[in-house]
């Protein structure tokens, strides 16, 4: 991602013409997902959101996992109008936050949750699964640690393998989760973990910037007013990095990023051009009916939808010219790219606010 003072003057400077773009506006939706009490129409695509977190160990863990999974939880319902019935939160004690959680994180309800929802969400649904905690690695066997017994990466792979055909996006923000990339990449899926191996034990703070990137304004860096998985997971990192550059410590913790099924993870999907495909298109939205670009939805707005879609296509085309690039060129190129795309977003969120 470019960095936001930048997007910000290239959008002053040639948006302006058109629209006032403003940096915290909030977009529609997030997620639209039906209530499981209401069937959803046949043509609306549903996405899921899963949010677990593990054993804290101590009281301020406990605290600090408790804060994040609640303040996801809020930025869903609260911020992007998600229905309280379509996020699951297991936690390991209930009592801490009995307005938000659903239920305890043990293996078997973890088990049950997703067993649940492989059949309730279509083909072509979009889940998201967050979880927050500690991470070990016993042997060759990386695990999320649970109350209870833990769960291994081969078993969420197999608890994974429930959704076949759905987008999903698995987000590991434990310390020691690196390992957990090989074992659950997968073609069309996204896996993020906060540490680069299992090798990285000490605790993690990635989940609190990761959520941040959903809760705040910071992570929208192409300001469409949405924010991607790719788009978190660079705001994360770059915040992980300044987390520790300011505390002046050691970084202990490396995330990474595969979405191309080949198993191996990427610092900067940006900068390899390997990684992040798959992530930038995994937009968590809301709006009409969870809608993306690229699906059925009000054919008077169809042509504007395309637009936007070859705008996207081309930043990701650029980017991955990069490093062939000048440095010059592609910034100009990039900010232009960018510019129009902010305001074609715009325009878009307009028309959809017109009856």
């Known amino acids: 991602m470019v960095d936001r ?28 997902i039906a209530s499981s009490t209401t069937a959803p129409p046949a043509s609306a695509q549903q996405s899921h959101v899963v949010i677990i977190t593990g054993i804290s160990g101590d009281a301020q863990h406990a605290a600090s996992f408790s804060k994040w999974g609640a303040a996801m939880v809020d930025a869903a319902e609260k911020r992007w109008q998600v229905p309280k019935a379509n996020v699951v939160y297991l936690t390991e004690d209930t009592i801490m936050d009995p307005t938000r959680v659903t239920g305890v994180s043990t293996r078997d309800n973890i088990e049950r949750t997703l067993g649940q929802l492989s059949q309730r969400a279509r083909a072509d649904d979009v889940i998201l699964l967050l979880l927050i905690g500690h991470g070990s690695v016993s042997g060759r066997e990386a695990r999320f640690n649970l109350p209870g017994p833990d769960l291994t990466a081969a078993e969420w792979a197999t608890l994974l393998s429930q959704f076949p055909t759905q987008r999903l996006a698995v987000v590991n923000a434990a310390s020691a989760s ?53 788009e978190a997971f660079t705001f994360a990192r770059r915040e992980v990095e300044r987390f520790y550059q300011s505390s002046n410590r050691l970084q202990t913790e490396h995330a990474l990023l595969d979405d191309d099924g080949d198993g191996t993870g990427s610092r900067d999907p940006e900068a390899g051009g390997k990684d992040g495909a798959v992530a ?27 637009a936007r879609k070859t705008l996207e296509d081309s930043v990701a085309a650029l980017r991955t010219r990069k490093a062939a ?13 960018l510019v129009e795309l902010a305001v074609k977003s715009q325009e878009i969120r307009a028309r959809e606010k017109q009856p």
């Open 325 to 337: 690039m000048d440095s010059t060129v592609y910034q100009s190129a990039l900010e232009n790219l």
């Open 178 to 230: 690196g390992d957990f990339v090989a074992a659950l990449s997968a073609k069309n899926r996204t896996v993020v973990t906060a540490t680069r191996s299992g090798g990285e034990k000490n605790e993690t703070v990635f989940a609190q910037y990761f959520v941040e990137a959903f809760a705040g304004d910071g992570a929208d860096a192409d300001k469409d007013g949405r924010v991607s998985i790719l």
């Open 280 to 306: 930038r298109r995994f937009v968590l939205i809301g709006g009409t009916a969870g809608r993306r670009d690229d699906e059925p939805g009000n054919p008077a707005l169809a042509p504007l939808y395309a």
């Open 5 to 32: 003072a930048m997007v910000g003057g290239a959008m002053a400077r040639g948006a302006m013409r058109f629209f006032t773009i403003a940096v915290s506006t909030i977009a529609f939706g997030f997620l639209t």
